[in-house]
């Protein structure tokens, strides 16, 4: 199985801060990666998947990068609704495997 | 309004059985692999298993191959998870999700596009 490694595990920002959250896959998996969020109590929601295309109706400040074995996700300026977990999930092999997930704390 | 609304979780003894449902409505159910994804308290997203659109492939994660089986009837616009031999460790919240598949030339891309809100299996003594 591919394991997915995200880092770090949490983070600590401000409204308004640029933020970077990396996912490594144990082996290649080009650009079949795809991010989600998680709010408390609600379930995962897609951000960008195929490594760097936005979902629709996603806000742009959410943008995605990488392929092979390094990602990551970039939020351009934190907003409120922002802070939640996200999670990076491979979707090159079965079983599609996630990351552990990445909790996003307001500081 | 499209959704999915799982039901059938609930408190149940190791070594029980359960059976979840998910209720698809406001698309094409028949046209989709469907998910089931769980999530132990306070942990990540696991995968658990998957079933093409007519049923004819199934897949499935290895701590629940022999216990798990998942199905579906499209008659019904439904997907089910029946559980047996359950254990402590399947303790989670149970997520119905679909699977959007797009084609790029020799590749498919695919992720899960749409969640229902969960339904919790306890399992203990």
């Known amino acids: 199985d591919i394991q997915m490694t995200q880092s770090p595990s949490s983070l600590s920002a401000s409204v308004g801060d640029r933020v970077t959250i990396t996912c490594r896959a144990s082996q290649s998996i080009s650009s079949y990666l795809n991010w989600y969020q998680q709010k408390p109590g609600k379930a995962p929601k897609l951000l960008i998947y195929?490594?760097?295309s936005l979902q629709s109706g996603v806000p742009s400040r959410f943008s995605g990068s990488g392929s092979g074995t390094d990602f990551t996700l970039t939020i351009s300026s934190l907003q409120p609704e922002d802070f939640a977990t996200y999670y990076c999930q491979q979707s090159y092999s079965t079983p599609t495997t996630f990351g552990q997930g990445t909790r996003l704390e307001i500081k | 309004e499209v959704q999915l609304v799982e039901s059938g979780g609930g408190l149940v003894q190791p070594g029980g059985s359960l059976r979840l449902s998910c209720a698809a409505s406001g698309f094409t159910f028949s046209s989709y692999w469907m998910s089931w994804v769980r999530q132990a308290p306070g942990k990540g997203l696991e995968w658990v298993a998957n079933?093409?659109?007519?049923?004819?492939?199934?897949y499935y994660v290895d701590s629940v191959k022999g216990r798990f089986t998942i199905s579906r009837d499209n008659a019904k616009n439904s997907l089910y998870l029946q559980m047996n031999s359950l254990r402590a460790e399947d303790t989670a919240v149970y997520y119905c999700?679909?699977?959007?598949?797009?084609?790029?030339?020799?590749?498919?891309?695919?992720?899960?596009?749409?969640w229902g809100r969960g339904t919790l299996v306890t399992v203990s003594s």
């Open positions: 079933i093409k659109q007519d049923g004819s492939e199934k």
């Open positions: 195929a490594a760097s």
């Open positions: 999700a679909r699977e959007l598949r797009l084609g790029y030339g020799d590749y498919v891309v695919w992720y899960f596009d749409l």
